[in-house]
């Protein structure tokens, strides 16, 4: 597949996107998402963090393996999950669950820089030549566990965590800055609500906001990495 074949397959994403933010309208309390998300997913090339042989499939609006059991999220809830932060071009973000590397690219269109941790090995490395490739260099990318956070570069404005644990973990409640807002699915595995919280007072609101499915987060956080 060519260049002018993919560009067109964007197109047709962004417009899937689009049209199931519509259709949820009711859910969701609006029936757009920031057009600065939407321009922003616009322009990268998801194919480039998916599996050669998936690369047809790469603009379908649904999730797609990545390899070592993971996956790269549905285009929907991608927009989703960073709209919801409220990210201004000045934010610091720390992301749980590198996986291929596309949120982390998506963040870093919109932020200043951005940490993002991955507990496999293959799947940090991938990503990290992925982004490097690609000419992200505010985005820092380790191997470990996500529910520890990233201590030494907090605190963060926005926390964006990509696999789920079945309590919100402690470590990132305290790397989150006063004011800063995280998005975290949490549940049983593969059956999660996903949560807005917003850190005001030294307190933690939060509201649930749409049923999802992730992938069970690894390590201290819930089960050992493959």
């Known amino acids: 597949m060519d260049e002018n074949q993919f560009d067109l397959m964007r197109r ?66 991608v927009a989703f ?22 949120q982390a690219a998506i963040l870093a269109e919109l932020v200043a820089q951005v940490y ?18 690609l000419g992200y260099k505010n985005v820092h990318v380790k191997a470990g566990d996500g529910y520890k956070g990233w201590p030494e570069h907090a605190p963060f ?9 079945e309590r919100v973990p402690q470590p990132l409640v305290d790397q989150l800055k006063e004011g800063g807002r995280m998005i975290i699915p949490v549940g049983a595995k593969f059956a999660q609500e996903l949560y807005l919280l917003e850190k005001k007072d030294g307190r933690l609101e939060q509201s649930a906001v749409l049923p999802v499915r992730f992938v069970p987060m690894a390590g201290q956080g819930g089960e050992k990495p493959e």
């Open 81 to 102: 999950m960073t709209e919801q932060l409220r990210l201004q071009p000045t934010d610091r973000v720390l992301e749980i669950g590198t996986g291929s590397g596309y």
């Open 157 to 165: 404005d926005s926390i964006i965590v990509t696999c789920a644990p």
């Open 12 to 77: 047709q994403m962004i417009l899937e996107v689009v049209a199931e933010t519509v259709f949820l309208t009711q859910r969701l309390g609006r029936a757009a998402l920031d057009a600065r998300v939407i321009d922003v997913m616009a322009k990268i090339p998801r194919e480039e963090f998916v599996p050669v042989e998936l690369r047809p499939y790469a603009y379908l609006n649904r999730p797609l393996p990545v390899g070592c059991g993971k996956t790269i999220s549905q285009p929907f809830i």
């Open 116 to 133: 993002s941790i991955e507990i496999i090995e293959p799947l940090k490395k991938n990503a990290e030549a992925i982004l490097q490739r």
